[in-house]
């Protein structure tokens, strides 16, 4: 049974970092994509980052969307079966339900886009408030 499992989510003050961990079981990472997309109130879901698998060699592919380029950093530990979202210099427009997901065929991940992705975690709440 494959699960994801993200965590680290809270509270931070605008200018403030977090680290979102996304633990996966029951699968093999190097066979997947593995994307974080947020989702705000009142807004649609949305690509923050994504990691390539890396069985094909594409592990050193990475897509970041615009608004969190310089700012947030995606890695994988694949020995821990875990993928990191570092996020950096956070604003309140980055308050978001932050979600995992794997991409196993395909590779609309590395675009930012959720259609394709296969398995989802239930998120983790980042709030950037003062």
């Known amino acids: 049974q494959v699960q994801v499992a993200e965590s680290g989510g809270g509270l931070v003050q605008p200018g403030g970092s977090l680290r979102l961990s996304c633990v996966l079981s029951g699968l093999t990472i190097e066979y997947y994509n593995i994307g974080w997309f947020r989702q705000a109130p009142g807004k649609e879901r949305e690509g923050v980052s994504c990691i390539g698998r890396s069985i094909d060699g594409s592990d050193g592919s990475t897509y970041y969307a615009d608004s969190v380029k310089d700012r947030f950093t995606i890695s994988v530990d694949n020995a821990k079966n875990t993928v990191y979202l570092q996020m950096n210099s956070l604003n309140p427009e980055d308050t978001a339900v932050y979600y995992c997901?794997?991409?196993?065929?395909?590779?609309?991940?590395?675009?930012?886009?959720?259609?394709?992705?296969?398995?989802w975690g239930k998120g983790t709440l980042v709030t950037v408030s003062s």
């Open positions: 997901a794997t991409e196993y065929y395909g590779s609309g991940c590395l675009r930012g886009d959720y259609n394709g992705m296969d398995y």
